[in-house]
């Protein structure tokens, strides 16, 4: 279970007041939901990611994940957490421009401890359709191979929590369209947790459930395709 309580994060403004981002967040999300993250921009979305992963603490309430404490843990088992329970996906790819596809997946693969690094990082962009782009440059590679080899490197350590920020923003419709059924169907294959963030309610509305965000508030619930919350 993913337990948010009463989350609220505030940051300082350059006039001296605090700027409420997110108001008082509660929610319990059953393990293995596939929820869309909806919402304007401001609304606080990547916010409330940034918090599920520990990047960010809120400025009150609680977080935890099948028990372990994101909001309060200190920052090494912060790290091993991220790096073993949590991949990410981002709309700008952030893959290591020198680096080849497989190289940027192993770097992720390392940083977790996996004891078969190489052979899970192949097995990873195997699993995304790109076997024969292992030694491609990110520049050798379309927008939509980049974000492919991205998902590699969030996928490789077969994550329990799959945090995903607007990552077909950059995309065409075709290849933003693939990739959201990529990463819908990868992550019930892991059985992870999936937060997808976007602006398009259409990708929304075809995960099981959705969040939305109105001003830093939850305005809307929805667990399942006929439970609310």
């Known amino acids: 279970m993913i337990e948010i309580e009463n989350v ?25 939901s596939q929820l869309g993250v909806v919402g304007r921009s401001g609304s606080g979305k990547t916010t409330l990611l940034s918090m599920l992963a520990g990047l960010e603490r809120p400025s009150l309430g609680t977080i935890r994940i099948n028990g372990f404490p994101v909001s309060s843990a200190g920052e090494a088992e912060l790290s091993r957490f991220r790096a073993r329970e ?5 709309q700008t790819f952030q893959l290591l421009k020198h680096l080849s596809a497989l190289e940027n997946v192993l770097v992720a693969a390392e940083i977790a401890g996996h004891p078969n690094a190489r052979t899970a ?6 699993w995304v359709g790109l076997s024969t782009r292992l030694k491609h440059r990110p520049d050798q590679l379309s927008g939509g191979e980049q974000q492919r080899v991205a998902i590699a490197r969030a996928i490789v350590n077969k994550p329990k929590l799959l945090l995903c920020d607007e990552p077909t923003g950059n995309l065409d419709p075709q290849s933003a369209d693939q990739i959201f059924r990529l990463i819908s169907s990868l992550s019930l294959e ?7 963030v976007t602006h398009d309610y259409a990708l929304a509305h075809q995960l099981t459930g959705r969040i939305e965000l109105e001003r830093g508030q939850l305005s809307r619930l929805q667990l399942s395709s006929g439970s609310m919350a």
């Open 86 to 90: 949590v991949g990410f996906v981002y």
């Open 121 to 126: 990082a192949q097995d990873a962009l195997e």
């Open 190 to 196: 892991l059985g992870a947790t999936l937060f997808f």
């Open 8 to 32: 609220t994060k505030e940051y300082p403004s350059p006039e001296g007041l605090r700027l409420r981002i997110l108001d008082s967040i509660n929610a319990n999300i059953p393990l293995g």
